[in-house]
Nanobody
Framework: QVKLVESGGDLVQRGGSLRLSCVFSGSFFTLHEIDWYRQAPGKEREWIAVLNSNGNTNYVDAVKDRFSLSRANFENTVYLDMTKLEPEDTAVYYC???????????WGQGTQVTVSA
């Protein structure tokens, strides 16, 4: 059984920065690939970034040069550092993983990021 809890969302001005956290509860954190998604008002949830178990990352083009992922294994936490935020980044941000033992999809509850113009 896996549980994910996001935090760090806030209201920021254009050009600002935020760090989101995704805390993993369960076994074998380092074996799990962690994705981040976001869902803007009235839009579909979209994938934005992934950090795999080898420490490799990949990002959607819209955030590639502004967002970065890192993992703190001793804290069972993945961080999403967001810089140069734009109003278009306003969304609820979710982390996700697929359980390595049961293959189930696990989602956090989401954290709201709002970027003012």
């Amino acid at each position: 059984q896996v549980k994910l809890v996001e935090s760090g969302g806030d209201l920021v001005q254009r050009g600002g920065s935020l760090r989101l956290s995704c805390v993993f509860s369960g076994s074998f954190f380092t074996l799990h690939e962690i994705d981040w998604y976001r869902q803007a008002p009235g839009k579909e949830r979209e994938w934005i970034a992934v950090l795999n178990s080898n420490g490799n990352t990949n990002y959607v083009d819209a955030v590639k040069d502004r967002f970065s992922l890192s993992r703190a294994n001793f804290e069972n936490t993945v961080y999403l550092d967001m810089t140069k935020l734009e109003p278009e980044d306003t969304a609820v941000y979710y982390c996700h993983t697929k359980g390595v033992w049961d293959g189930r999809d696990y989602w956090g509850q989401g954290t709201q990021v709002t970027v003012s113009a």
